[in-house]
DNA sequence: TATTGTTATACTCTATAACTATA
DNA sequence: TATAGTTATAGAGTATAACAATA
């Protein structure tokens, strides 16, 4: 019972992960929103987060790095950012409406280009593919809390 | 026939890319290669390359960020570089017998610890994911000439 | 003149570590 | 004293562009 020669799954996934990047990136800036800034909207998307640090650990940035990002989201509108009456240090943020409507309106986008590429597969194997890939999803988030992006080396 | 809501799929690869990262970190450092290093190696495993521009393509690096990665595996004695009598423009770039001994032991070490994350599917799902991925990483690899990895922002 | 490899440089991204304000 | 947020800074990683050698 021989293992199947395959290349590493890191390997696999960097040139994907590069090209839905590229998906992305136009779709981003035509809504002049850069990566970061669509990954707060994301992860304010669910659920309101109680402190800025627990959405950038959600987001697997440092706490220091969205600071700006918050910033310029705040001044067009799209995210609201007050300070808790319970406990003053802490700040509530939260989409604006039109915040919830960009954001939906981008992943829609998103999501649409995406499925180009996913048309590459076969119905049953694309179906098959988002599940798997949310299950590993769904595991690796438990199982390490979300850590900032490790550089190149 | 309402879409299945489901996160972006940069959204659920990057996070999987960040932990099979943190599994390599280890493995590759304790034989003291770095990601490019051995994104070299690999690259160089299946089919010698025959300019050092076609390397870094390959492996999705810009040509002037492979040269001190080159130069530190030819003074290890990993590969071999000469210029290429035909054209001494060109370098022939190639893995020394120790330069593959070395890429494929560190690369099944990285595999073994990948399956350790894989085990986390049914038998079933894990060929289908493990089949799926290939295809799309093949069917973007002809679709995109390879370039370097965009940064953040 | 065009191409391969190389070097130097400027720029972006990032984490770290101080700092403030609250508790 | 400890924690949330902020700011400033130094370091790493990167692409760009100029350069040398060869064609």
């Known amino acids: ?26 779709i981003l800036s035509a809504s002049d929103l850069s990566m970061w800034a ?8 669910e659920e309101p987060v ?25 001044e067009r509108g799209l995210i609201s950012r007050r300070p808790d009456p319970a406990d003053r240090r802490v700040r509530l943020v939260a989409l604006t409406p039109e915040g ?19 048309e590459r597969l076969s119905p049953d194997d694309r179906r098959a593919f988002l599940r798997t890939l949310h299950t590993l999803y769904e595991s690796v988030r438990v199982a390490e809390p979300a850590q900032a992006m490790p550089r190149g080396s």
């Open 100 to 118: 919830r409507s960009v954001r939906s309106r981008v992943q829609a986008e998103i999501q649409r280009a995406e499925e180009e590429l996913l």
């Open 50 to 74: 109680r402190t800025q640090a627990a959405l950038a650990a959600a987001i697997g940035a440092d706490k220091s790095r969205v600071i700006p990002v918050l910033d310029d989201l705040q």
């Open 1 to 26: 019972m021989s293992e199947e020669r395959r290349p590493d799954l890191a390997a696999m996934l960097f040139p994907l992960g590069r090209v839905l990047i590229a998906i992305e990136e136009p």
């Open 38 to 45: 669509y990954a707060v909207l994301s992860g304010l998307g």
